[in-house]
């Protein structure tokens, strides 16, 4: 039957977590940018391949959250 997973990690992790669900490249995970504190929500078919992704936000907040975690770091 159908599961319900929660994972709950630092940037990092999930990072690598996702990199191994949506076969994503080396160079390519590094500009990733997962936003703090908005879950993100797969749906996996019997092959636990992904069928779809989903962040738990409305698209306003979820870019202001990416825009911040690609920002960090960087000079004022």
């Not at 080396?26 to 636990?48: C, H, K, R």
Request: avoid cysteine.
């Amino acid at each position: 039957g159908n599961k319900n997973v929660l994972v709950v990690a630092h940037g990092n992790s999930l990072r690598s977590m996702i990199k191994i669900i949506e076969k994503i490249d080396d160079e390519s995970i590094v500009g990733l940018n997962l936003p703090t504190g908005i879950p993100i929500v797969y749906e996996f078919n019997e092959n636990l391949e992904p069928v779809s992704k989903d962040f738990l936000a409305d698209s306003k907040s979820l870019q202001a959250a990416q825009d911040a975690v690609a920002n960090q770091g960087k000079s004022k």
